[in-house]
């Protein structure tokens, strides 16, 4: 045990590469690139620390280059399922028994490799497995990643030192244990860093994990893995399984030592979970903390007093980064008819030099959705649109699957503030704007707060204080991060916590205390120096 109280270091947001043309990060990143294309790797399981395979093994193919093989991945079946539990079981009585500070080391460890002499590596897995640009990549698996893990850390750090007052006779103390028994995290394709962060921030209050990924983000995930064996993590503490959900409800959602679902992904999945947990309610031996991050239908919306080339910039960047695969991606836009001609012009300006393609080409600025099933539900919107009498495409519209699933940036204008493409989440390159009478401004705000279920990412644009004061309190449980004047995307560890409420999950903030807070099992300690001799009270002494 260490007699002291240890402070970790107040973190800095990782200074994010530029990759310019001559640059040394730009030539390790091209040659990493190179190197994981040559080469098809066999991802494993990984239970208790050793590499286990099943046989049933599947693919991992490039987005934009759908022919090319990555990887080949091992999926975990019952048997696996059920030795995940048991390596999580035997590993929790000594992670508990670590001092924090050497948890804590585990993760600063993993961020400096980040940092360093791993980040050209998990760059490149994203970009091919994930198909994003070089921007979205280090911005996502190595800065949001390195990120995660720092604040992570250091937000555990405060709540250690959070204690209640104490009496001179008295001495008060709350002990932040871990969760009885074991927290499964189910993690999306579209971030490394939501990925890898959904079994870090448990496992470093001293909660085992099952980390089942994404079939999307196998080969990046499994990158991450090998960073935390070399950082020093015990076998057990998290167990990567890539497996089918089927499988993963009936063995892990109903098993009775279930204490936490750490989940990122689609609404419809995480109500099936809510559902199967309710279902298992009785045979828990507690009650499972449910903390998920699931759907949006952001929306950008614009007053007549708007800076129309900020406006401009945002709808592009907030709709079609990483191809709108992002679920803070702004999806849906409210544009004054007044202002509506000088934005086309910006619009069409910028629009007409963006370049879809290969995402190790860096003159592009989008690349491929992820998959198939992908491409084909983000194109039946834009066939949709196309057929009707309420819209048309402005820009874009366009898509080819022949190489790589490319769908071009897409714009459509509806008449109907209710159009399909204007409720449903996409999860694509793809925006709707509904043109409104400059009259009809607050008519038209609570329209936007009242005509999607979601309420996760949403941002106004206006120069006039007094409007932008009455958008936002109209727009006031319309979304759980709120931008002004920029676009709804983007939120940075440490300075922007990231959740939405309604339908878009429980809103627990990651990169925030509140979120860690969800991972630990309070227990308060009372210490009586003197305690009591006698029971009566002085009230008793009644004459």
């Known amino acids: 045990m260490s007699n002291g109280i240890f402070k970790v270091r107040v973190p ?26 040559e080469e098809i790797i066999e991802i494993p399981l990984i239970i208790g620390g050793k590499e286990i395979k099943t046989g049933n093994i599947r693919e991992v193919k490039i987005p934009h280059n759908h022919k090319h093989i990555l990887a080949r991945y091992h999926v975990a079946g019952d048997k696996e399922l059920e030795m995940a539990i048991e390596a999580s079981h035997q590993a929790k009585e000594a992670w508990i028994k670590l001092d924090w500070h050497d948890r804590a080391a585990v993760f600063l460890k993993a961020a400096e490799l980040l940092k360093g002499p791993w980040r050209a590596a998990i760059n490149a897995a994203t970009m091919l497995g994930q198909s994003k640009t070089v921007f979205q990549a280090e911005i996502d698996s190595a800065c949001e990643l390195i990120d995660f893990l720092r604040y992570n850390t250091y937000y555990m750090n405060e709540i250690y030192t959070d204690q209640p007052n104490s009496i001179v006779t008295e001495w ?39 980390w089942k990924p994404s079939n999307n983000a196998v080969y990046s995930n499994y990158i991450f893995m090998r960073v935390l064996k070399e950082a020093g993590l015990p076998d057990g503490v998290i167990n990567f399984v890539p497996s089918n959900g089927a499988d993963v409800d009936r063995v892990l959602i109903g098993h009775k030592d279930l204490a936490g679902i750490h989940f990122t992904g689609s609404s419809r999945v995480f109500e099936g979970i809510w559902k199967s947990v309710g279902e298992n309610i009785s045979k828990y031996r507690s009650f499972p903390r449910i903390v998920g991050e699931t759907g949006g239908k952001d929306f950008i919306f614009a007053h007549n007093s708007s800076d129309i080339d900020a406006l401009a910039v945002a709808i592009i960047r907030g709709s079609f980064e990483f191809q709108g695969q992002k679920c803070s991606a702004a999806s849906r836009a409210y544009v004054p008819k007044s202002i509506w001609e000088e934005l086309k012009g910006k619009l069409n300006e910028q629009l007409s030099e963006i ?15 992820i998959d198939k099933k992908a491409f084909d539900k983000v194109t039946s919107y834009i066939d949709y649109a196309k057929k009707s009498d309420e819209a048309e495409i402005f820009w874009g519209g366009t898509y080819d699957d022949s190489v790589g699933y490319f769908i071009d940036p897409t714009i459509i204008l509806t008449t109907n503030p209710k159009f399909k493409t204007m409720e449903e989440e996409i999860f694509g390159p793809v925006i709707t704007i509904y043109l409104y009478d400059d009259k009809d401004l607050e008519s038209t705000l609570k ?40 676009k709804p995307t983007g939120a940075v560890v440490g300075q922007q916590p990231f959740g939405g409420g309604r339908k878009s999950g429980t809103n627990d903030k990651a990169g925030s205390k509140l979120n860690l807070l969800r991972w630990v099992n309070v227990r308060n300690i009372k210490e009586n120096f003197i305690p009591p001799k006698n029971y009566r009270y002085e009230y008793m002494d009644e004459e």
């Open 355 to 369: 370049k879809v393609g290969d995402v190790e080409n860096f003159t592009n600025f989008v690349g491929a959705v």
């Open 12 to 37: 800095n947001n990782e200074p994010i590469y530029g990759y310019k043309p001559g640059s040394v990060e730009k030539l390790e990143l091209r040659q990493t690139l190179s190197q994981l294309k």
């Open 447 to 486: 329209l936007c707060d009242e005509t999607s279920p979601y309420g996760l990412t949403g941002a106004i644009f206006a120069q006039d204080r007094e409007a932008l004061a009455m958008m936002q309190k109209v727009l006031y449980f319309s979304a759980g991060n709120f931008y002004i004047n920029d």
């Open 172 to 210: 008060n103390r709350l002990e932040y244990r871990p969760l009885d028994g074991f927290v499964l995290a189910i993690t999306p394709f579209n971030f490394t860093s939501i990925g890898a962060n959904l079994p870090t921030a448990p496992a470093m209050l001293g909660n085992t994990v099952i």
